[in-house]
């Protein structure tokens, strides 16, 4: 493979130059290439060490940004875990500049604040801690009566930046931001200053926060069985010995020192990376990021000292305890991401998981030996993981489970897997990168993965030549070395944890929100005009062709003009309100074959052919989908065709799938993301029956015959439907192949009619409660709004925006920023889908059940009365705009937008609207919506925690406490 090194040609300036002095010549830059790569990267390393990697994608004119820092959790100091994930929260709150309205002033008490922890984590005694902690907390009120909170955010948001966040993982700290391509040079400004220096104003209502983030950790089973996972594959190494999160004794003893310490040692320019792809002009762009960059120091950056891991020789076996349904995870290690096997792994893992034809799909999904089985990789730098895992029928143990997940490795090490899989796995592969590389995001994160690996970017380019030419025997030979009685095996049980902790409280003042503050910084940045973009509207008449197939069945058509991949789907005004039995048939048709191809031959077959097929339903629609490869698009459709037409029944697999229904339903009950925005949302808004409940019965689910599911999958091309295609064939074509290969009868039936649940007014206040084992409370406070009104979308939209839509919001400022009540909180007046039937307002609080009284009294108060900040509108309404004039409809998503908007009984782009709307919109019209929408509106509040924790005495505050059992909302 070349590697070329190119050089940015100065810009050409054409205008007549008024000076007679000569010019400096404008500075040049070398950037990186490598022929054949699918994204055309350039890769710059400037002056100082900084990497800067470009590609162009001008889908829409915005830019997926990401900053990667080589720093994560593994390079916490061992006494301060948690440090690096502090740090990140940390870079959001500013610099000397930004996000201070006097520095000098907030510096002196910044100051004393740090210097009280440090004295703080030394002391052991609790009242000395509490006296310390109360200086702390006195202090903070006062540092931060100087302090301009989330002005990062509202910054960003007034440029249109969506996604504005950061994660921090074991080797990495990247900071996300999704901006219009009109914003570059500002987003730069932004961005260098608060790389300049970490400011930790807010420390300990942030570090409140974490605490809260922390107390969720405990209560997801999937995270304490992966944490317990690691830890006993990496007994040495910090992937195991430490976590991300940190631990609670160094959580409740930070350091503001040690924090500083980390950011000068690792926030330099030679360990940091900007990964940019979208609509811009590489030449101009690497000019403005040294022009703002450039003059970052840098320094040598510490070498990470691996520690050397000992084999395993016998399987490890450790127990979690949680109130999620239980499962089993195997974990093997292997060499990190740049070792010649890692390839390899990857292969293995697509032999067992590719959601098609490998060994778990087949042998144990479709054959439903299994509840689910997966495997997934954990590829980092010095070691990876491979983690296999499995949920167990009824009755089945988890060792047994365990067993049939190691049998298929078994089935790898002795070769018995056809020849062709692993040129299919290839081919798909392909087909995944292709589809992947449709988004600004994956295109952007190529770039992070490559530099965190320090994998040179023609090395990145070059895995896929390398993955193309892994053998079977490759395979086999890897298999063998790596897989044996060398694993951890994590059993997840579902029990009461007997080793439960919690982030206890801190006694915390809250600190003024200072809505209205600014600072310079801030101000020179959203007062400077910036290029303007003008909105670009789908418009359903030129942007989709109708055509109509025989029998007058429409087809909405758009041309896929950039790759070769196609999306064709069936689509059906007839859902499981109209049938419950429609749910099972669609979910009983992955398990049949045809009498020609079984199940799994039919399922080989498609994957062969680089095609999927998914048939879904919905309360209200079925999509029969296929997608693929254009090149197979007929041999595809006609495998696909043949298959509803011809489905077979098998009586043995639908009683394996109802009885994997039965067991589904009661892990449902154990899930409480399940049981508080489903089950018991769905019985707030409609009562006991209601879409949610809306199933077969155990009675009736083992009374139904295969013929009758599979007449009823055989049925659905024979109800009216229209077709919607986005894919490279032309439209007579497309028509022509589709008359041929699509079977329906020569008159359509009307879809039978559907069953109406009704909406439930809210007349009385009322609190609904479901008891169920965890550290946190959830709280969704419900309010039933009028019906949808497309008049009022644009000022819905506003009213959320500014509101409760984001981090720079009212209610994400007040109850996180000010008072440190929840580390998620969110308030949105809901717009229904679909017209006739109600919008909703619902306000989501998770905190700990101790803060469950301050954090409900929080929201109640900001949905009474409605903070009013001018400058915060300002924002909310620029951020509007500028996200609508860079927002590009397209590809498939133009026929979805056209979907969502037909049920709304709307025939234009309803953003229109919004666009032309919001500027014209004032802070009155936004308080008389919410006096006339939210303020005093009755409501539900629904919370689920644990009887032991909450506190019915103000609970009781809000309405009559009712306690629903779980057989009361999910009906069985």
């Known amino acids: 493979m070349l590697f070329t090194q190119c050089t940015t040609k100065p810009a050409q300036n054409t205008a007549p130059v008024a000076q007679t002095t000569a010019q400096p010549a404008q500075k040049t830059y070398t950037y990186e290439s490598v022929p054949g790569d699918s994204l055309k990267a350039r890769i710059y390393t400037l002056d100082n060490g900084l990497k800067v990697y470009l590609t162009q994608y001008k889908d829409a004119p915005r830019i997926q940004t990401y900053i990667a820092v080589r720093a994560g959790s593994k390079n916490d100091p061992s006494t301060a875990t948690g440090l690096a994930h502090y740090l990140e929260h940390m870079v959001f709150k500013g610099t000397s500049k930004l996000g201070t309205q006097n520095w000098t002033a907030e510096k002196a008490e910044l100051d004393k604040i740090e210097g009280l922890y440090e004295n703080y984590r030394k002391q052991t005694d609790p009242v000395v801690r509490k006296k310390i902690y109360h200086q702390i907390d006195s202090i903070s009120g006062v540092a931060a009566q100087h302090a301009v909170p989330n002005e990062y955010d509202k910054i960003m948001g007034s440029l249109g930046a969506k996604g504005t966040n950061a994660y921090t993982s074991v080797e990495q700290t990247v900071y996300v931001d999704d901006i219009p391509s009109n914003q570059i040079e500002k987003w730069a400004v932004v961005q260098a200053e608060r790389f300049r220096e970490v400011v930790p104003r807010l420390f300990h209502t942030e570090l409140e926060a974490v605490y809260e983030e922390k107390n969720r950790g405990l209560d997801n089973d999937f995270r304490k069985e992966y944490e317990t996972m690691n830890a006993a594959l990496y007994q040495k190494h910090q992937y195991g010995t430490q976590t991300t999160i940190g631990t609670i004794e160094h959580l409740k003893n930070p350091s503001i020192t040690e924090i500083k310490k980390y950011f000068d040692k690792y926030y330099v320019p030679n360990n940091v990376a900007i990964c940019m792809s979208g609509d811009f002009d590489p030449d101009q762009t690497i000019r403005t990021i040294d022009k703002y960059f450039g003059s970052w120091q840098k320094k040598d950056v510490p070498a990470f000292e691996v520690a050397m891991e000992d084999p395993i020789t016998e399987p490890i076996k450790k127990n979690v305890y949680g109130p999620d349904a239980e499962n089993v995870m195997i ?34 999904n479709q054959k439903q030996a299994v509840l689910n089985a997966a495997s997934f990789t954990d590829i980092n730098n010095d070691y990876s993981s491979h983690l296999l895992y499995a949920t167990p029928r009824q009755g089945q143990t988890l060792d047994q489970a365990k067993k049939l997940m190691l049998d298929q490795i078994e089935l790898i090490k002795k070769g018995k897997f056809e020849d062709w ?18 988004s600004n995001s994956s295109r952007a994160d190529a770039f992070v993965t490559a530099f965190i690996a320090r994998m040179d970017w023609k090395d990145y380019v070059a895995q896929d030549e390398q993955f193309a030419k892994i053998t079977k025997a490759d395979v086999v030979a890897a298999a063998n070395k790596y897989y044996g009685n060398n694993y951890v095996a994590v059993y997840k049980h579902n029990g009461k944890d007997p080793n439960i902790q919690k982030v206890d409280k801190p006694a915390i003042t809250p600190v003024p929100a200072n809505r209205t503050a600014q600072s310079e910084f801030a101000k020179n940045v959203m007062t400077t005009p910036s290029p303007e973009l003008q909105p670009v509207f789908v418009d ?16 909405l058509y758009t041309q896929n003009k950039e790759n070769g991949l196609f999306e064709l789907y069936y689509v059906l005004d007839f859902g499981t309100n109209n049938d419950p039995k429609l749910g099972l048939a669609v979910n009983y048709l992955k398990y049949l074959g045809t009498d020609k191809l079984s199940a799994e031959e039919l399922q080989k077959e498609f994957y062969k052919l680089g095609c999927s097929f998914d048939v879904f339903s919905s309360q209200d629609q079925v999509y029969v989908s296929l997608r693929g490869l254009n090149d197979n698009f007929e041999k595809g ?22 009885d994997g229904i039965l067991k589904e339903r009661e892990d449902a009950k154990l899930s409480k993301q399940i049981i508080l925005s489903q089950a018991l949302v769905n019985y707030a808004k409609h009562g006991p029956k209601n879409p949610f409940t809306n199933i077969l019965s155990e009675k009736e689910l083992k009374k139904v015959k295969p013929e009758e599911l599979v007449a009823l999958v055989k049925s659905i091309p024979t109800y009216e439907h229209r077709v919607m295609y986005y894919g490279p064939q032309a439209p007579s074509k497309l028509v022509s192949t ?72 009212i209610v994400f400022q007040e109850l996180r920023e000010s008072k440190a009540l929840a580390y998620s909180v969110n308030s949105r007046y809901n717009n229904a889908a679909k017209k006739d ?20 009294a929080g929201m109640e108060n900001l949905l009474a009365e409605m903070p009013v900040a001018e400058g915060n509108l300002a924002a909310a309404k620029s951020s509007i705009r500028n996200s609508i004039a860079t927002e590009r409809i397209t590809k498939s998503g133009i026929l979805f937008n056209y979907e969502r908007a037909r049920k709304l009984g709307i025939d234009y782009d309803l953003r229109r609207d919004i666009f032309q709307s919001v500027n014209a919109m004032t802070m009155d019209d936004v308080k008389k919506f919410q006096a006339a929408n939210v303020k005093g509106q009755p409501k539900l509040i629904l919370v689920i925690g644990s009887k032991d924790r909450l506190n019915f005495k103000e609970l009781a505050k809000y309405g009559k406490v009712e306690e629903l059992k779980l057989k009361d909302i999910f009906g069985y």
């Open 421 to 438: 899989l692993i040129p299919a796995i290839v081919n798909n592969e392909k087909i995944a990168k292709m589809k992947a590389y449709e």
């Open 331 to 364: 974990g093997f290690r292997f060499p990190g991401v740049t070792d010649k096997d890692a390839l390899t792994l990857k292969m293995i893992d697509r032999i067992l998981t590719n959601d098609q034809a490998g060994l778990f799909d087949l042998n144990l």
């Open 837 to 856: 039937r109600a919008n909703y307002i619902m306000s989501y609080i998770g905190t700990q059940s101790d803060k469950l009284p301050e954090a409900m």
């Open 738 to 809: 589709l008359n041929e290969s699509h079977n329906t009868p020569a008159t359509l039936a009307a879809v039978p009619a559907e069953k109406a649940f009704k909406e439930l007014d809210i007349k009385t206040p009322k609190v609904l409660w479901v008891d169920y084992n965890m550290v946190q409370a959830e709280i969704i406070f419900l309010t039933k709004g009028q019906n949808y009104n497309k008049d009022l979308v644009p000022t819905v939209s506003l009213y959320n925006e500014y509101f409760g839509g984001n981090m720079g919001s």
């Open 540 to 555: 359903y008449k030129k942007d989709i062709q109708q055509l109509n197939l025989k029998n007058n069945i429409p087809v």
């Open 637 to 658: 459709l006609n495998l696909f065709e043949t298959f509803l037409a011809n489905a077979k029944p098998d009586k043995k697999a639908l009683k394996d799938l109802v």
